[in-house]
């Protein structure tokens, strides 16, 4: 079955312990991103990837790290996390760019809900 | 730079028409739609770019009228399923960025 899979779903951490959640996706998909979903404001992009290897800043990128060094596997790191990182994330992946390929939509994963204390 | 999604919320009887607005302040290339239900993920629904789309599949239509830089979801003759929040997301002319709107909540009751 064709999916991004995401974990853990639910995480709960203290102040400043680092921490990755995992993203992983088998359609072969070049692009790739973190979202940051909070109450009225909808998704945030964190990061993203185009391909392996190239990594690009989104709207919200402090306090966050992103790898890229297989196609299918797109890790988020929070060196220290803080309570303002408290949130839902999501991964999500592509075919294309989806800013610009009217064929290449999202798919998301789950979703990991993420509370730092 | 947020595109403003109207209503907030809304809530409908079985069998009504629903229709979500997506506007946005500045000049778009592209609208993205996609629903959420509770607790799950975002889907995709439908991409329309400027030149006037319109596009639809089963009682779920949308159209992008780029002059007025705003995109409308219609959905007719809503069913149980359509429950969940809509997101619009926007992909600006000058930037390419795709920014999503807060989300218009629909609540269809039987």
């Known amino acids: 079955e064709a999916q991004v899979t995401q974990n853990p779903r639910y995480l709960i951490t203290v102040t400043g312990k680092k921490l990755t959640v995992t993203c992983s996706q088998n359609?072969?998909?070049?692009?790739m991103s973190w979202y940051r979903q909070d109450p009225g404001l909808g998704l945030r992009q964190i990061y993203y990837?185009?391909?392996?290897?190239?990594?690009d800043k989104g709207d919200v990128p402090e306090g966050y790290k992103v790898s890229r060094k297989e196609k299918r596997n797109f890790p988020l790191i929070l060196e220290s996390p803080s309570p303002n990182q408290t949130s839902l994330y999501f991964c999500a992946s592509s075919f294309g760019d989806p800013r610009t390929q009217s064929t290449s939509p999202l798919h998301f994963g789950n979703g990991t809900r993420l509370t730092v204390t | 730079q947020q595109p403003v999604q109207s209503p907030q919320a809304v809530i409908l009887r079985e069998g009504e028409d629903a229709v979500i607005n997506c506007s946005s302040s500045k000049a778009l290339y592209s609208v993205h739609w996609y629903r959420q239900k509770h607790g799950e993920a975002p889907v995709f629904l439908m991409i329309?770019?400027?030149g006037g789309e319109q596009k639809g599949h089963d009682k779920i239509s949308a159209s992008f009228n780029e002059k007025k830089q705003q995109s409308s979801l219609y959905l007719t003759a809503s069913q149980l399923s359509y429950s969940g929040t809509y997101f619009c997301?926007?992909?600006?002319?000058?930037?390419?960025?795709?920014?999503w709107g807060a989300g218009t909540k629909l609540i269809i009751k039987p």
């Open positions: 990837s185009m391909n392996v290897e190239v990594t």
């Open positions: 329309l770019l400027k």
């Open positions: 359609m072969n998909h070049e692009y």
């Open positions: 997301g926007t992909v600006q002319d000058s930037n390419y960025q795709l920014i």
